[in-house]
Each structure stands twice: as structure tokens, then as C-alpha cells.
């Protein structure tokens, strides 16, 4: 079972990156998928979450309207397109996958807490600096 979490690296603000979460070795299509960043001597933050089905997401407020959760199924893959970076953004970006069963496929999830997760990708580091 493994998360692998990519695409990270250095941005100048204002530009954009697309981190991908691949997937193997578990049911991916029956668990919502969540990013999560941690900034440099903080706590961990929820960012974004798909549900299994797609057709839910949500975002946390400091990157609504920024970023765009996404998932290919097909190939096990989740996105996180992030445009209009900003400094604050800077962080090592985590993916989680979290099932909530069949009769849940629309739901999403906001949890920060890895434990609360039941798979836990590496993260990818994400610089926005000038």
C-alpha cells in the first residue's frame, strides 16, 4: 500500500504548481482523498478533500478559490492544482486517503489528524519565495 505524493518544488509567488498524489495497492476509488500541508513550525492544516465519487470538494478558506482538488481513477491519481501562489503557502504537502464506506461516497472529510487517516502519503515540499 503506498501514497506517493509529487510535484513539489520552487515557485515564485503569484505562480503555479500541481502537486499528484498516486495510489497503489488499496480500493483508491472508495476513499475520499485529502491533502494536508505543514508550514515550517506549524501545526498541520487540512487543505483540501475529494469524496470517492468525485462529485463532492471542499476547500479550506485560506486556499478557496486558489486551488483545485481533483482525481483521475483510472489511474490512481489525485491532483491539487495551485495557482495565484502565495509565501503562506509554503509547506510540505501531505495526501490521505480515508474511506467512509459505500453508502458515504459523497462525503468529505476535514481532518488535519494523520492518525485519522487510513493510508498516509510522504509529503512534497512546496517553496513560494522570490
Known amino acids: 500500500v503506498q501514497l506517493q505524493a509529487s510535484g513539489g518544488g520552487l515557485v515564485q509567488p503569484g505562480g503555479s504548481l500541481r502537486l499528484s498524489c498516486a495510489a497503489s495497492?488499496?480500493?483508491?476509488?472508495?476513499?475520499?482523498m485529502s491533502w494536508i500541508r505543514q508550514a515550517p513550525g506549524k501545526g498541520r492544516e487540512w487543505v483540501s478533500c475529494i469524496s470517492a465519487s468525485g462529485g463532492t470538494t471542499d476547500y479550506a478558506d485560506s486556499v478557496k478559490g486558489r486551488f483545485t482538488i481533483s482525481r483521475d481513477d483510472a489511474n490512481l491519481t489525485v491532483f491539487l492544482q495551485m495557482d495565484s501562489l502565495e509565501v503562506e503557502d509554503t509547506a510540505i504537502y501531505y495526501c490521505g486517503a480515508y474511506y467512509l464506506g459505500p453508502l458515504h461516497t459523497n462525503t468529505i472529510v476535514t481532518t488535519a489528524d494523520s492518525s485519522a487517516y487510513d493510508y498516509w502519503g510522504q509529503g512534497t515540499l512546496v517553496t513560494v519565495s522570490s
Open positions: 495497492g488499496f480500493r483508491y476509488s472508495s476513499f475520499a
